[in-house]
């Protein structure tokens, strides 16, 4: 399972952190990103993280803003969002995909098949 939480509202420039907890998996081989979808927008990716190394991959668009982190004693995942701006309103949602990840220059999360999927909790950012 995958619980998502942590959204709110903020004003520009302002910083959330989501929580992603995960339970239930029974092998240490998978990896959990992060995605959004804006209303009337497709849902996209956002970051990635190797639950096996730690690796870790940014779309383009986060990239120096958001920081993806891992807990692994409390079996949770964290996308730390900082310099918010308005086109980051949407609903965050964490997801998981099975097997052995290692991301590298090139890994694309676009690429992989999401195995589950966490509920959405909503980022609005105000102007």
């Known amino acids: 399972q995958l619980q998502a939480s942590g959204g709110g509202l903020v004003q520009a420039g302002g910083s959330l952190r989501l929580s992603c907890a995960v339970s239930?998996?029974?092998?240490?081989?998978?990896?959990i990103a992060w995605f959004r979808q804006a209303p009337g927008k497709e849902r996209e990716g956002l970051s990635c993280?190797?639950?096996?190394?730690?690796?870790?991959y940014y779309q383009d668009s986060v990239k120096g803003r958001f920081t993806i982190s891992g807990d692994n004693a409390k079996n949770t995942v964290y996308l730390q969002m900082n310099s918010l701006k308005p086109g980051d309103t949407a609903v965050y949602y964490c997801?998981?995909?099975?097997?052995?990840?290692?991301?590298?220059?090139?890994?694309?999360?676009?690429?992989?098949?999401?195995?589950?999927w966490g509920q959405g909790t909503l980022v609005t950012v105000s102007s």
């Open positions: 997801a998981a995909i099975i097997g052995w990840i290692s991301i590298s220059e090139g890994w694309n999360l676009a690429d992989w098949e999401i195995d589950y």
């Open positions: 239930g998996f029974t092998s240490d081989d998978y990896a």
């Open positions: 993280i190797s639950h096996a190394d730690s690796t870790t």
